[in-house]
């Protein structure tokens, strides 16, 4: 039987590196109490475990992303919510050291999400998961203090090694989305400029828009988002304006048309 007995400022125990001394319960050895405070120290760095919380509209895209969780030893999920409101309860309640989140989250989706954790923790890592074209908002969630975007479609390597990459503090972006930027930065078009007009759009009217793509009428907008219809209305007006179309028959056209080439959960 392995035992430990105190001893001064040296610790007698059954394993020998050392000193060896004959008694009768068995070997007793003397090890520096320093070393057994470094072993002590060095286990804890080893199972240190990051806990995630998991924000997303549709709970089946939250047990998705925990599963795959679940399979690295140094994550661990800390809660599964839908929607602002909870998203904010659980940081309060659970402090975890990441936020996985969608951008469809009901009243002011991810993005108003986002800005509320920057402006109450802007220390906390969010990472945004999610199937929303990554050339039109990747650098915009960027800029309103996210630390990373990743595409749900991406493969499960890609999602943990993005989450580990932004616990690290660093930034993470897909490969063809960090070159886009390194070009703007070089002197180039903005990735969203270069991509299509709709960069024009404010964040709101770029969430309007394609929830007019998705065939959702104004008052079913207004209730989504918190606003009234003749907010919604106001927001239709301004991209008509600002994408060139005249009609509304003319924007839904266009926004069908984009959201069958970029599908979003």
């Known amino acids: 039987m392995l035992r430990v007995f105190p001893s001064g400022d040296r610790v007698l125990t059954g394993v020998e590196t050392g000193n060896i001394g004959i008694s009768g319960i068995g070997i007793v050895i003397a090890i ?26 549709h709970p089946i895209l939250r047990d998705g992303v925990a599963l795959i969780i679940r399979d690295d030893p140094r ?16 940081i309060e309640q659970d402090r975890p050291d990441i936020v996985v989140a969608g951008l469809m989250l009901g009243e002011g989706g991810g993005m108003e999400l986002l800005r509320k ?24 969630v960027l800029r309103t203090g996210a630390r990373g975007y990743v595409m749900k479609q991406e493969p499960t390597q890609t999602v943990l090694a993005a989450i580990h990459k932004v616990l690290r503090g660093e930034i993470y972006l897909s490969e063809s989305m960090a070159s886009r930027l390194l070009v703007k930065l070089a002197g180039g078009r903005s990735p969203e400029d270069s991509a299509n007009s709709l960069g024009r759009l404010s964040d709101r009217e770029l969430q309007v828009f394609e929830m007019i ?53």
């Not at 760095?45 to 997303?56: A, F, G, P, S």
């Not at 994550?75 to 659980?90: D, T």
């Not at 028959?249 to 970029?262: D, H, K, P, T």
Request: charged share 30%; net charge negative.
């Open 213 to 265: 793509g998705r065939g959702e009428p104004p008052r079913d907008i207004a209730r989504h988002l918190g606003l009234s219809v003749k907010t919604v209305d106001a927001h239709r007006e301004r991209i008509k304006e600002k994408l060139g179309v005249k009609s509304g028959n003319e924007l839904m056209r266009y926004a069908v048309s984009y959201q069958m080439n970029n599908p979003i959960a």
């Open 117 to 140: 954790l920057h402006e109450r923790w802007p220390e906390l890592p969010v990472l945004i998961l999610s199937m929303h074209d990554e050339v039109l908002h990747a650098e915009r």
């Open 75 to 90: 994550l661990e999920v800390s809660g599964r919510v839908g929607n602002e409101n909870e998203a904010i309860e659980a």
């Open 32 to 57: 520096p109490r320093s070393a057994i405070r470094v072993e002590i120290v060095m286990m804890a760095i080893e199972t240190d475990i990051k806990r995630v919380l998991l924000v997303d509209a």
